[in-house]
């Protein structure tokens, strides 16, 4: 199994930075962390779930949606199991709720059906 706790979502102002962490553990995560890819995807409400951003654990392949490129920055700790979406220049636009998924194949997928295992997800509101 492989769980996965996102935190650090909150109301901020347009503009701002905030930093989401997303901690992975479990024993199937252990076994194929190498091979997996992590993402960040976003539900707004009334709307599907979208994907922002995805990163293999083993090296350095990274891909962006185009809403957020040059504003966010994916990132992983490996010896924390634990991956990060840096959020700059936040825009109320950026408003919703934030799930980091895992994909035990490695694809860096942009798509959330490709994704098997999810968190609980964190709320990021951005004021005008």
């Known amino acids: 199994q492989v769980q996965l706790v996102e935190s650090g979502g909150g109301l901020v102002q347009a503009g701002v930075s905030l930093t989401l962490s997303c901690a992975a553990s479990?024993?199937?995560?252990?076994?194929?962390?190498?091979?997996?890819?992590m993402g960040w995807f976003r539900q707004a409400p009334g709307k599907e779930r979208e994907f922002v951003a995805t990163?293999?654990?083993?090296?350095?392949?990274?891909y962006y949606a185009d809403s957020v490129k040059g504003r966010f920055t994916i990132s992983r700790d490996n010896a924390k199991n634990t991956v990060y979406l840096q959020m700059n220049s936040l825009k109320p636009e950026d408003t919703a709720v934030y799930y980091c998924g895992t994909d035990l194949r490695g694809f860096n997928s942009r798509y959330a059906n490709d994704y098997t295992y999810w968190g609980q997800g964190t709320q990021v509101t951005v004021s005008s």
């Open positions: 479990g024993r199937t995560f252990n076994s194929f962390s190498m091979g997996c890819s």
């Open positions: 990163i293999n654990w083993s090296g350095p392949t990274t």
